[in-house]
């Protein structure tokens, strides 16, 4: 069992930033990447970035690219989100969860955390 606590969601206005972090615990081992979620209101949960634990690969949605970093602490079990140049549509829940590839399958998911970016 792996145990998934995000944190680091809010609000802010368009163009802002945020730091999303997820912090992994339990039977991690297990695991060999990492992933962020979204799922906004009355829309489908949807894949925003992908990450192995040791950082060397990544996969993000094309939504995201360039905007939104993925990035690892593999010491503190750590997986971060930073997102630049939000926009109103990147308003969501977003989701942290285990995989076997930064394109999934993926297992564990955390509780999430909300962010909302006003215009």
């Known amino acids: 069992q792996v145990q998934l606590i995000e944190s680091g969601g809010g609000l802010v206005q368009a163009g802002g930033s945020l730091r999303l972090s997820c912090a992994a615990s339990?039977?991690?081992?297990?695991?060999?990447?990492m992933g962020w979620f979204r799922q906004a209101p009355g829309k489908e949960r949807e894949f925003v970035a992908g990450?192995?634990?040791?950082?060397?690969?990544?996969n993000y949605a094309d939504s995201v690219k360039g905007r939104f970093t993925i990035s690892t602490d593999n010491a503190k079990k750590t997986v971060y989100l930073q997102m630049n140049s939000l926009k109103p549509e990147d308003t969501a829940v977003y989701y942290c969860?285990?995989?076997?590839?930064?394109?999934?399958?993926?297992?564990?998911w955390g509780q999430g955390t909300r962010v909302t970016v006003s215009s």
């Open positions: 339990g039977r991690t081992f297990s695991t060999y990447a």
């Open positions: 969860a285990t995989g076997i590839t930064p394109k999934g399958p993926w297992r564990y």
């Open positions: 990450i192995s634990w040791s950082g060397a690969n990544t």
